[in-house]
């Protein structure tokens, strides 16, 4: 008996060690993929690649790709470096002519994200973010007309009716005398969902007054990422082989059921009353009545117009509200900053009546420079990612990038890179003054991405980041607190640029 039991644990280890073998082997045979191509690669890990700090949650995707990103450093001839995703040659570019080329001159052959979900996930297949060509450019076409520069005027109006909202919400917070801490993500994103809800569903869903609204419950439920979502997210962008065997969704199932919920009885009410008020909604009823789709699997119906209205709310509060929260951090830190701000907001109140207009707000240039600072340091989503759909051979230095290979440029790698920018962790508006700026390489500064395929709600997402940041400063004072945390803490679960923690200052009111 002992002897056979003997035997079979010896069977049983041999099969267990044949098997960890055969993994060992098929999850490193690409492990030589770029060094054969005189490509300089940073040595990975056998069955993580270089990912195994983000499989830790030590860093975050986006640190991943920084750190690779610095690797090239020390050689300046070095355009690119090569690395791998669990056993998937991958490649983060870091020569500005050939982000040029791959963002720009031949997009034809990057046209397609490497990210993607399943046909079964509605809501993430048939978003403009994540569709592929040429879905992708017909849904561009059709919504590059809420975008207009006239639209825009039109739905600045709107958004100024929710900084009365703010102002309202400030003054309940009696920051008199020498103030108090507040946490200024959250109130970026409570207005940012007011605004989006206004301009987009012409809804008042009230976040500022009511922080558990159910709108600011989806926005939250979206972006916070526990361990099991920032790992779906992270499988989502960068192993998406992986989204079908393990059903992998884009939104998590509550943001889903509260987006078709909520768009549908919005879609229907408007369609029965026929009320018009120039937003999202009237521009999907207008899609509903054509006859084009955007693909054979995507109708211009149900479940693809909630996806494109789920982008909208995702995409346009999260950004905007990191582009408010970290400026307004930022300029809690740099009080010389803020002042010399807040001189420029209060003479233009004084020669526009105290009104803010379309155009007032679009001739601040020292706002402008504060928050271009603000997009270098904290880019919101601080990676592009891109996906040769055919053998496309880098002119520079004849390299191949065969098809399906996923392309990387990390924004938080170019961004901080003190070639471009000297001293790249002081925050410096004056880095985008007229005489400053062209000293920055074009395809130095992409934090809203470049080419056909950029963000196609710049406009809109400056605009009310303005707005906010114009609101608090024109009436309070920032500053530092016990609880302010310098630099910020990001959270290693996220792909977005997310604190870990919040972003607390303190703020006193101005009399």
Not at 4 to 10: A, G, K, V, Y
Not at 42 to 56: A, E, H, T, Y
Not at 393 to 419: A, F, R
């Amino acid at each position: 008996m002992a002897v056979l039991l003997l035997n079979w644990w010896l069977d049983f280890a041999v099969i267990l060690l044949s098997a960890f073998a055969a993994a060992y082997l098929y999850m490193t045979r690409n492990f030589n993929y770029w060094s054969k191509r005189n490509v300089m690669e940073v040595s990975p890990i056998p069955f993580f690649g270089n990912f195994f700090d983000c499989c830790l949650f030590r860093k975050s995707p986006s640190e991943v790709l920084q750190s690779l990103y610095e690797k090239g450093s020390s050689n300046e001839e070095t355009p690119y470096v090569g690395f791998y995703v669990f056993d998937k040659p991958a490649l983060v570019l870091r020569d500005q002519e050939i982000v040029k080329r791959v963002l720009i001159k031949d997009f034809d052959y990057f046209v397609d994200r490497f990210i993607r979900t399943d046909v079964s996930d509605s809501l993430g297949y048939a978003n403009i973010f994540l569709m592929k060509n040429p879905a992708w450019r017909t849904m561009r076409v059709k919504l590059t007309h809420f975008f207009t520069a006239a639209k825009l005027q039109r739905t600045f109006r709107l958004m100024v009716d929710v900084g009365e909202d703010l102002d309202k919400h400030l003054e309940a917070l009696k920051l008199g005398g020498t103030g108090r801490t507040i946490e200024i993500k959250e109130i970026a994103a409570e207005f940012m969902t007011d605004v989006i809800g206004s301009c987009a569903f012409g809804l008042r869903v009230n976040c500022l007054k009511n922080p558990n609204a159910e709108f600011r419950k989806c926005g939250k439920d979206m972006f916070q990422f526990d361990y099991k979502r920032g790992a779906e997210f992270t499988s989502i962008f960068f192993f998406p082989e992986l989204v079908r065997p393990l059903k992998l969704k884009f939104f998590s199932k509550g943001s889903t059921d509260f987006m078709r919920k909520v768009f549908m009885e919005v879609l229907n009410e408007r369609m029965n009353s026929g009320v018009r008020r120039d937003d999202l909604i009237d521009l999907m009823i207008g899609w509903t009545k054509s006859d084009i789709n955007i693909s054979e699997d995507i109708k211009l119906e149900g479940d693809s117009l909630v996806a494109s209205a789920a982008l909208f709310l995702s995409a346009g509060f999260e950004t905007s509200s990191t582009i408010m929260a970290f400026g307004l951090y930022e300029l809690a830190i740099h009080l010389d900053v803020q002042s010399k701000l807040r001189e420029e907001i209060n003479n233009a109140l004084a020669n526009s009546g105290g009104d803010i207009t379309y155009e007032m707000i679009n001739g601040l240039p020292y706002l402008d420079k504060v928050v271009s600072e603000t997009l270098r340091k904290y880019p919101s989503l601080p990676f592009l990612d891109r996906m040769a759909n055919a053998d496309y051979e880098v002119q520079e230095t004849g390299l191949v990038i065969e098809k399906g290979t996923p392309v990387y440029i990390s924004l938080l790698g170019m961004h901080y890179d003190p070639e471009y920018y000297p001293e790249p962790n002081k925050f410096d508006p004056e880095r985008f003054s007229d005489k400053n700026r062209d000293k920055i390489p074009r395809y130095a500064y992409l934090p809203f991405g470049i080419g056909p395929r950029s963000c196609i709600g710049i406009r809109f997402g400056l605009l009310q980041s303005k707005l906010g940041i114009l609101k608090l400063i024109s009436n309070y004072e920032l500053s530092a607190c016990e609880k302010t945390t310098i630099p910020p803490r990001f959270d290693p679960k996220s792909l977005m640029i997310s604190t870990d923690g919040g972003l607390f200052v303190n703020a006193r009111k101005i009399t």
